[in-house]
């Protein structure tokens, strides 16, 4: 009995051992992952962009109504207003930004787990302990497209669903953003639990730099044409690319919760292809499956932002989901 009993307690230090090993090596590992230093292209775009041919026309009709006449100053206030009504709507109904930088981009909370860790989404604004103060063009591409920060350094932030965004509406969302009221605070340090570390190092929770192959692949400068075409829902799919996968067939979430069920198959094999636009409009604005189920986490969470979405553009989120080809299984 002594002899088992030393046998075991041995087989207890070793594992121990091993697993702290284990855990030293995730670690380092870790720190080296977000240490790296990683080269992207650098972009220039104007904040606001300016109004188009059109529009300087009916602004400058409208001035010629009033017997005054327009000047650039007169503009540049109409695109900076037009710019950020835009960026009001693209983070309200299409960009999930409020769910990492808190409701009023002073900051949030991303992850808060003893096991997965602590993670917090910055203030953004140009308050006090705000991020993005001395931010130019390039930095907003290099953090919002490419998930590096400033320093060249790998950023927790979900870059690859913003990767199709166009240099317009990246402008928008900084033109809104630096409309904001500024506010101040600091994001507490991040914090890895043990198993977050893990998942990590293990590639279980992969950076968004890792994820995006091409940093020097150029931007579209204006997105589609605001219409209910499969075109124009591709580039708004972008976003599910997250969940949903490369080929929107669904499947485990990378990085996800465990709690959390696969993510639906969004392709003609999946349920939507039996759906009418209707039904998937129901779905996006009151998280509503036709059957009357509800959806689960994380889909719920986005049903605030289907219902800011305009008809349009969850007409056309739904024809290229049904121009998609069957997934394969």
């Given at each position: 009995m002594k002899t088992l009993l030393k046998l075991v307690l041995r087989l207890v230090v070793v594992l121990v051992v091993v697993a702290g090993g284990v855990y030293g090596w995730a670690t380092m590992k870790d720190r080296a992952l977000l240490a790296r230093t990683i080269e992207t292209h650098s972009v220039d775009f104007p904040v606001p962009f300016p109004l188009t041919e059109a529009e300087v026309a009916e602004v400058t009709q409208g001035y010629a109504a009033g017997a005054?006449?327009?000047?650039?100053?007169?503009?540049?206030?109409?695109?900076?207003?037009?710019?950020?009504?835009?960026?009001?709507?693209?983070?309200?109904?299409?960009?999930?930004?409020?769910?990492?930088?808190?409701?009023?981009?002073?900051?949030?909370?991303?992850?808060?787990?003893?096991?997965?860790?602590?993670?917090?989404?910055?203030?953004?604004t140009a308050g006090v302990g705000g991020r993005t103060a001395d931010f130019t063009p390039a930095d907003w591409d290099r953090i919002v497209r490419h998930?590096?920060?400033?320093?060249?350094?790998?950023?927790?932030?979900?870059?690859?669903?913003?990767?199709?965004?166009?240099?317009?509406?990246?402008?928008?969302?900084?033109?809104?953003?630096?409309s904001l009221p500024t506010m101040d605070g600091e994001e507490p340090p991040r914090r890895l639990g043990p198993l977050g570390t893990m998942l990590v190092a293990f590639g279980q929770i992969p950076l968004a730099a890792d994820m995006i192959t091409d940093h020097n692949a150029p931007h579209a400068v204006t997105p589609p044409a605001s219409e209910a075409s499969a075109e124009f829902g591709?580039?708004?799919?972008?976003?599910?690319?997250?969940?949903?996968g490369a080929d929107f067939a669904g499947g485990p979430i990378p990085g996800g919760d465990p709690s959390w069920p696969p993510a639906a198959d969004l392709t003609p094999a999946g349920n939507l292809g039996t759906w009418t636009a209707d039904q998937f409009a129901t779905l996006m604005r009151t998280g509503k499956r036709p059957d009357g189920t509800e959806v689960l986490a994380p889909m719920n969470i986005l049903m605030s932002f289907g219902q800011n979405m305009t008809d349009t553009e969850i007409q056309a989120l739904f024809a290229y989901f049904q121009s998609l080809p069957p997934a394969p299984n």
């Open positions: 005054a006449e327009v000047t650039q100053a007169a503009l540049d206030s109409v695109a900076l207003a037009r710019a950020v009504e835009r960026g009001r709507h693209l983070t309200s109904a299409r960009y999930a930004c409020r769910e990492c930088h808190g409701q009023d981009f002073g900051g949030g909370v991303m992850v808060d787990d003893p096991m997965i860790g602590t993670l917090h989404g910055p203030n953004i998930g590096v920060l400033p320093n060249g350094h790998p950023a927790v932030m979900p870059s690859e669903e913003f990767r199709a965004m166009s240099d317009q509406e990246l402008s928008d969302i900084v033109a809104f953003i630096r591709e580039h708004l799919a972008g976003t599910c690319l997250g969940c949903h």
